[in-house]
């Protein structure tokens, strides 16, 4: 309430902690030359510097040099010429829910505008209260259902912090309980934080177990294609899934796989039991976007379209992908190669066996603070960014962990 009539009418609004934020100021005012960024989510070059791909370069020369390229306002959904080349990506091009004509996308504000956008659609439109999140998981996605009205937000089990596994037996466990109607929201490859991912049995599994129950699945795609540098492999759940018949959002960000951090290309696709549901579905969510921000940002979206839509820049970028999967793959293999080497208390096959941008390395806060008051590298909590390595700090990292671990219990 306000104090008095002159009061300000914030004046009682509390700030919000951003740890993210902090540990880019920290990082920033930090002078060490031996500083390192182990919390940051994009992918960096082994000068440890922004990559842009060079299927994206040329991509943006040909943008620049036709002229009838415009500046004009999108569809509220984006352009068919986006959205159809972004499906048929994820779930290829002789996905029956393509030949069925019962799958659409649309074009939102990258991975976490098509989160929220399925989110407040389930809300709002379907009445649907439940969701079932992984522990741990990225840290945006509570966040997001909580913010479109989701009351009740329970977690499934994912992590066995013992074995530094995934631990699949608890998450169906969780599943099984889960009430009817419940939303899901699983990690397509490349699990954010872990690295872990299912088995192809135990996505069967899971799949099984989801249908039974009747449960409502949202994927979350990040990493096609550098997870594994295959776009395809890491295609497989929502595949499976989709082959399954089974109903399914799935938010899919293009600001990994193309470097386009800022231009927040994404899409969110819908894939149905029958036809005859996409028109409504479609309004609805259009109408979602049309109250929310009117239309989405072209720049992004036209480099990602003119990509897919160009042989021979979709197979450079497809090669593009698979130098950035093997340099992840090598930096895993150094810091396990130096674990060996200084005979790091513990088990560390789990950094080689996790895929992705990340590792989930099980540190304590203490031996967070440890690295960072000691050895001046910034991490989040028990998350590092494969990236932030190079084979120029590989073994200053990998020594410093090894401090924490041996000094630091707990």
Same mark, same amino acid.
């Given at each position: 309430m306000l104090g008095n009539i002159s009061s300000s009418f914030f004046v009682n609004v509390e700030p919000v902690p951003n740890r993210v934020s902090n540990l880019f100021q920290e990082f920033g005012e930090d002078t060490n030359a031996s500083k390192v960024n182990l919390f940051i989510g994009t992918y960096l070059s082994e000068e440890n510097q922004p990559y842009i791909l060079p299927a994206v370069r040329r991509a943006e020369v040909k943008i620049f040099e036709n002229i009838t390229t415009d500046h004009e306002y999108l569809s509220p959904c984006g352009q068919n010429s986006y959205t159809k080349p972004a499906i048929e990506l994820l779930l290829g091009k002789d996905s029956i829910a393509i030949k069925e004509h019962r799958v659409h996308g649309i074009q939102s504000l990258s991975g976490t505008g098509a989160l929220h956008i399925g989110a407040e659609f389930l809300h709002a439109v379907l009445g649907l209260k439940t969701v079932y999140i992984s522990n741990p998981t990225w840290d945006k996605h509570e966040g997001i259902?909580?913010?479109?009205?989701?009351?009740?937000? @329970?977690? $499934?089990?994912?992590?066995?912090?013992? &074995?530094?596994?995934y631990d699949f037996n608890g998450m169906l466990d969780d599943l099984e309980n889960a009430p009817e109607g419940a939303t899901v929201v699983l990690h397509a490859c490349a699990h954010n934080p872990t690295g872990c991912d299912p088995t192809t049995d135990q996505w069967t599994q899971i799949a099984n177990t989801i249908e039974r129950k009747r449960l409502f699945t949202f994927f979350d795609s990040a990493y096609q294609g550098i997870a &594994?540098?295959?776009?395809?492999?890491?295609? $497989?759940?929502? @595949? $499976?899934?989709?082959?399954?018949?089974?109903?399914?959002?799935?938010?899919?960000?293009?600001?990994?796989?193309?470097?386009? $951090?800022?231009?927040?290309?994404?899409?969110?696709?819908?894939?149905?039991?029958?036809?005859? &549901?996409?028109?409504?579905?479609?309004?609805?969510? @259009?109408?979602?976007?049309?109250? &929310?921000?009117l239309t989405p940002p072209e720049h992004g979206a036209r480099i990602v379209e003119t990509i897919l839509n160009d042989n021979e820049l979709y197979e450079e970028w497809k090669q593009n992908l698979r130098v950035m999967a093997r340099r992840i793959k090598t930096s895993r293999k150094s810091l396990y190669d130096e674990f060996i080497r200084l005979k790091t208390p513990g088990s560390w096959d789990y950094i080689i066996d996790q895929i992705g941008m990340f590792s989930y390395t099980g540190l304590s806060e203490n031996q967070v603070r440890h690295l960072k008051g000691n050895f001046h590298i910034y991490t989040r909590e028990k998350r590092i960014a494969m990236c932030g390595l190079n084979q120029s700090n590989v073994a200053y990292v990998a020594k410093a962990i090894h401090s924490a671990i041996t000094s630091i219990r707990n």
């Open positions: 259902f909580r913010r479109v009205g989701f009351k009740d937000i @329970r977690s $499934y089990r994912y992590w066995n912090s013992e &074995t530094h596994s &594994t540098g295959d776009l395809d492999n890491d295609a $497989y759940a929502v @595949r $499976y899934f989709v082959s399954r018949g089974l109903e399914l959002f799935c938010a899919q960000s293009f600001s990994k796989i193309f470097g386009l $951090y800022g231009e927040r290309a994404g899409n969110l696709i819908v894939v149905h039991k029958e036809p005859s &549901t996409v028109k409504a579905v479609a309004d609805q969510i @259009r109408n979602i976007i049309m109250e &929310t921000y």
